[in-house]
């Protein structure tokens, strides 16, 4: 079996998010993203006779970094997968003036929407770059993915940068530390050029410094894509999120600012409960 290098630990701290080869990535073409919004009505997925999503409206404009937060089992999840194709759903959910219900999730993709999921979906045994590669070149043809090509493609190098893995680009993705795999995938949705991005709890599992650093990463990446996060991490969402949605039981509970939703009395009554100011409150509440 052969050696696995062992050195990604210093990684982050050394290549830590470029702010000039983030707006390499995200400067490009402001028009691209101006029209882009999601919204979704009257959403609703049953399983089996049991309602996950019981008539969810949701509008998420471009330059928005808006949070999904909620009890256990309030539906956020399902929402994502019903975006992408992964929850059957009836109702309305357009992005870019594209309806996506009923489409499968390859179409989905291509209309412009990523994800990333709990636990990071990345190609351990490829290398940082390989996994990035294959992400560009989800519209190539496959042959010409796998030719060995003599450069690294612009947007894949930006994304690099990006995402503070150039100093780890030939690692096998397997020996990254959680955060710096959900960082690749973030990366990954970069170079396919995801203009909607849901990101499902992004810094779990992450130090305080890199929860810092993915903030700030999303904050900049959403003043132009469009973003939505599902988080239960209560000080990293005041830290970051410019609205937030609240859902309980499938519905919309609250919608607003943090403050907003924060002082709304149904909020502290269903989600914050007791200890408010507490991380992790959420998962104590339900
Ligand atoms: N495939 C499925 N089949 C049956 N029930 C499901 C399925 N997926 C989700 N559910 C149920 O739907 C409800 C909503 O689940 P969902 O995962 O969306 O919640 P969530 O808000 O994301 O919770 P968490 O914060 O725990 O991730 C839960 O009661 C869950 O058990």
Known sequence: MSEIPTTAAPLIGEGSLDPDALEQVIAADEARFKHDYLEIRDLRVVFDGFVAVAGVDLTVTQGDLRFLIGPNGAGKTTIVDAITGLAPATGSIRFGGVELVGKPSHKVAR???????????????????????????????????????SGIPEAVEAALETVGLTHARDLPAGVLAHGQKQWLEIGMLLVQDARLLLLDEPVAGMSQAEREETGLLLQRIGAQRTVVVVEHDMEFLRSFASSVTVLHQGSVLSEGTVAQVQADPKVVEVYLGRGAGARGSSKEAS
């Open 111 to 149: 209309a412009g929407v990523g994800r990333t999921f709990q636990t990071a979906s990345v190609f351990d045994e490829l290398t940082v770059l390989q996994n990035l590669d294959i992400a560009a070149g989800s519209r190539r043809k496959a042959r010409v993915m796998l030719r060995r090509r």
